[in-house]
């Protein structure tokens, strides 16, 4: 249980820009030390999207549920939200003293975790269907202003039928 509390406060500690950017690390942590198979990420991270919170709290969350209960679910929490916690609190002290290139730099850097996350979970995609469904989810998230638990929720029904 501490190696994998240690592997998620280790992986908050370089979450930054949230938990889309950090999704592929928590993927190849959780892939390697085999604690899930790849379809019970896939699973994961669909119902980490759906339910309140963010998804890389939600993913731990579930993680430390599936391997140690309750117990396991609190502890891989408060592991993801040690560093967030730290971070966020040194920020506030020292914001006025950081240099706006430094900023600038950690923008690129975010874009660039959530680019290969974005490339990883491409690798997942197996079907033509799965293709077209995210298609359309995406095409509906960004030309539409449908709420986006409608777009996830149909997506769900439509996958829960389709595989």
Do not use: C, H
Request: hydrophobic letters at 55%; glycine letters at 8%; a positive charge.
């Amino acid at each position: 249980m501490l190696r994998v509390f240690l592997e998620f406060v280790k992986i908050g500690f370089i979450a930054f820009g949230g938990g889309w950017s950090i999704i592929g690390i928590i993927k190849d942590a959780v892939l390697s030390n085999n604690w899930l198979t790849p379809e019970q990420f896939k699973e994961i991270l669909s119902i980490s999207q759906m339910t309140p919170g963010p998804v890389m709290l939600n993913t731990a969350t579930y993680v430390g549920l599936k391997m140690y209960g309750i117990t396991g679910a609190i502890l891989n929490s408060i592991a993801v939200l040690v560093a967030p916690i730290t971070f966020t609190t040194l920020f506030f002290i020292v914001r006025d003293k950081l240099p706006k290139e430094f900023i600038t730099a950690l923008k690129f850097g975010v874009i660039f975790l959530i680019s290969l996350t974005f490339l990883s979970l491409l690798t997942n995609i197996s079907s033509f269907y799965q293709i077209l469904i995210s298609l359309v989810a995406f095409l509906l998230f960004t030309k539409t202003k449908i709420d986006p638990i409608y777009v996830i929720f149909i997506s769900g029904i439509i996958g829960f039928f389709l595989f």
